[in-house]
């Protein structure tokens, strides 16, 4: 797929073209608004940037797909053993770890960021279900340190210093991880029946914190009060938007494609504001991020061409 794409693979093994191939597949699968956004990147980045996506997926699924916690947990602490061996250059019969290591042998990627990533999601996967967060500014670290962190390596690859498409990186990222983490919200409440990604402060000023226990819980008994949090939440991702754009005359042209990750983002914004904030409104399920595909891809690529995010 990638060499008949995209010319990208002369002379690589069939056995690295199948790992390269497989992280296409997926980010198609299991990331389909960032598969469209990574299409649109140069040459030089692209093949990077879908990698270091694959690795995303493999690390952000690592708790849904296990049948125990326990399972899921292990399968991030591989990640992290795995980094380190890609660095000591030994091999690792891994699709996507065979792919990373071809691109850090190639680009020269930070190890600090990709732990940091895998840090990241370990943490998140050793708090418990019912330890809610205590702020918004807690998640948009996190978000931080896995969204944007990505964001940071795709520009590494692509040979791209600036600090003016750091920051906006930066707020890309933090939006795009806030909004996400909300629509998320009806899975994890269908899987564990918690509300593990809305702050305890938010929560509480808008009447859905209950004490049981000496420990705080969310509680639905207000549709309403659900709302209004997410659009507490919501706003936060939209003034990092609203950042990140502040900066596009600063950004370098030749690294405003690996910023669109804003459209999908600013996309998601528009589907909430559209169903008043509800995230059980069955319309975000539907097409890309609430949006038909087709309409969703011209959007892209029409951003994509005017060089702007």
């Not at 049948?67 to 061996?85: F, H, N, T, V, Y």
């Not at 919501?234 to 494609?257: D, T």
Request: charged residues 25%; hydrophobic residues 45%.
């Amino acid at each position: 797929m990638l060499e008949s794409h995209w010319g990208l693979m002369k002379g690589a093994s069939s056995s690295l073209r199948a790992a390269f191939s497989h992280c296409v597949q997926q980010v198609r699968s299991y990331d389909y608004h960032h598969y469209l956004c990574l299409l649109e990147l140069p040459a030089n980045m692209r093949k990077a940037a879908f990698a270091l996506r694959a690795f995303n997926v493999e690390t952000a699924r690592a708790m849904d797909v296990a049948s125990d916690p326990k399972i899921g947990l292990m399968r991030l602490l591989w990640w992290q053993e795995a980094i380190d061996k890609i660095y000591a250059n030994k091999l690792i019969e891994h699709p996507t770890a065979q792919a990373l290591s071809s691109v850090i042998s190639e680009s020269k990627i930070s190890k600090a960021w990709l732990k940091r990533v895998v840090d990241a999601r370990i943490n998140d996967a050793n708090r418990d279900v019912i330890d809610l967060p205590e702020s918004i500014e807690e998640l948009e670290k996190y978000a931080e340190d896995t969204a944007s962190t990505l964001l940071y390596m795709t520009l590494q690859a692509g040979g791209i210093k600036s600090t003016a498409v750091d920051h906006a990186a930066s707020h890309v990222g933090k939006a795009s991880g806030l909004l996400l983490l909300l629509k998320s919200l009806p899975y994890h409440a269908s899987r564990n029946r918690h509300f593990s990604y809305i702050p305890a402060k938010v929560a509480a000023k808008h009447g859905l914190l209950v004490k049981e226990g000496g420990r705080s819980e969310i509680r639905l008994d207000s549709r309403e009060g659900l709302c209004d949090a997410v659009f507490e939440m919501a706003s936060v991702a939209n003034a990092h938007l609203v950042k990140a754009r502040e900066l596009a005359n600063s950004v370098p042209v030749e690294a405003r494609k690996a910023l669109l990750p804003a459209v999908p983002a600013q996309v998601l914004l528009d589907s909430l504001s559209k169903v008043q904030f509800d995230v059980f409104d069955s319309r975000l399920a539907r097409g890309v991020l609430g949006k038909p595909p087709l309409w969703f891809q011209l959007k892209l690529k029409w951003y994509s061409w005017r060089g702007i995010y």
